[in-house]
């Protein structure tokens, strides 16, 4: 690991705690991943902190179901995460596969939302706002046009649009979602990990939740990079954001190869409901969304294939800024040891109570070392 990065799991713990005292104190963010259903350790986690009244943040980032999970822990209400994924996303009321192949019935967002606001789970948004405070809570968003990411607020007076809107995945919900005039889909295209966000609001301790693994190839990429200078973070936010839409706007100009490369990888494969929806990153891969565009009839237009583009090279500089924080910078993610058993969707029960079980054992040892620190401090 890299002095100013830490990891941990839910069976271990690894980073330098006397360079993480020196950002420790500083403003704190933060920030969860989205993933589906994989969303259920994010929930355990926020859980485990709900459990030992552990809120030592300034900020708070979510996309997708990160941003609901965000919304259940700031309403102080354990277990309603939990429920979320495990009682309203496994209803056929909320997706349905047959369905939605035959009738284009998509996501069941909205009816999720009203469902999470009666009994018995009554989400309780205005004890959330008390207990936000004067504090920021925001949802990652990407704007329909431009396909930049954008963050509204959680518990603002549009808080139901805003969660339908960060979770509006492409082909699975039926449009585009309007706010103050503006269109929006899922934030997991443009800032599926909105880390950089926080960093760019000043966070100098950012703790991410993540639903993937911290994989080999990360650690060797940080072995590799050492202390190294890295330019790119010294330069100023404008150059950098400068520097992404330049490279944005070329890798949109090249979408056609990309995209017939996946569509090549779809026609040698097998349509398989489960393998369809056991997605990885974002909820599917190029591959998968061509299969479902030419089973409901649809063309695979070529806005699909930018949101697409974008979201993977997006990706990539999320897992560069994870790997190579700005010096100025702790990131400390908080992740499963191994690969979640839980889908995207369509996930056992079983499965989702595992990975709850491995979110609740993460959060206690995050929650340790910060009373380990507090007591040597």
């Excluded at 839910?10 to 589906?36: I, P, W």
């Excluded at 969660?163 to 449009?175: E, N, S």
């Excluded at 090279?313 to 979640?340: H, K, M, N």
Aim: hydrophobic residues 40%.
């Amino acid at each position: 690991m890299i002095r100013n990065s830490g990891i941990i799991t839910n069976s271990y713990v690894e980073l330098d705690v006397d360079v993480y005292e020196h950002f420790r104190r500083g403003k704190t963010a933060l920030v969860t991943q989205g993933g589906g259903q994989r969303g259920i350790f994010t929930a355990g986690v926020l859980d485990a902190f709900l459990l030992s009244n552990f809120d030592p943040f300034d900020e708070f980032y979510g996309t997708s179901a990160g941003a609901l999970n965000l919304c259940s822990y700031l309403c102080r209400q354990h277990g309603l995460g939990k429920a979320f994924i495990t009682e309203l996303t496994t209803s056929p009321e909320f997706f349905n596969l047959i369905r939605y192949i035959r009738n284009k019935q998509y996501l069941g967002l909205e009816w999720a939302l009203e469902r999470i606001q009666d009994y018995p789970y009554k989400l309780d948004v205005d004890l959330g706002r008390k207990a936000l405070g004067g504090r920021g809570a925001f949802a990652a968003v990407t704007n329909a046009q431009t396909l930049a990411d954008q963050y509204l607020p959680i518990l603002g007076n549009e808080w139901r649009d805003t969660l339908v809107a960060t979770c509006a995945i492409p082909k699975l919900y039926r449009d585009p979602v309007a706010i103050d005039d503006q269109m929006f889909v899922d934030g997991g295209v443009s800032a599926s990990i909105p880390v950089q966000e926080a960093w760019r609001q000043n966070a100098r301790n950012i703790i991410v939740i993540r639903t993937e693994p911290f994989s080999a190839s990360e650690a060797k990429s940080q072995s590799e990079i050492g202390n190294k200078e890295v330019e790119w973070y010294r330069e100023s936010i404008n150059s950098v954001q400068d520097s992404w839409q330049h490279r944005v706007n070329q890798w949109k100009d090249d979408w056609s190869n990309f995209l017939q490369q996946k569509i090549n990888i779809a026609h040698h494969s097998k349509l398989s409901g489960r393998q369809l929806l056991n997605g990885g990153r974002w909820l599917f891969g190029a591959d998968n969304l061509y299969r479902l565009s030419h089973l409901i009839g649809e063309n695979f237009d070529s806005g699909l294939a930018d949101m697409l583009m974008i979201h993977y090279q997006t990706f990539e500089l999320t897992q560069a800024f994870l790997s190579t924080p700005p010096d100025d910078t702790f990131i400390l993610q908080l992740a499963p040891q191994e690969e979640l058993r839980s889908s995207s969707l369509l996930s056992d029960s079983e499965a989702l109570e595992h990975d709850y079980q491995l979110g609740l054992q993460t959060g206690l040892n995050l929650i340790q070392l910060y009373d380990q620190l507090n007591m040597d401090g």
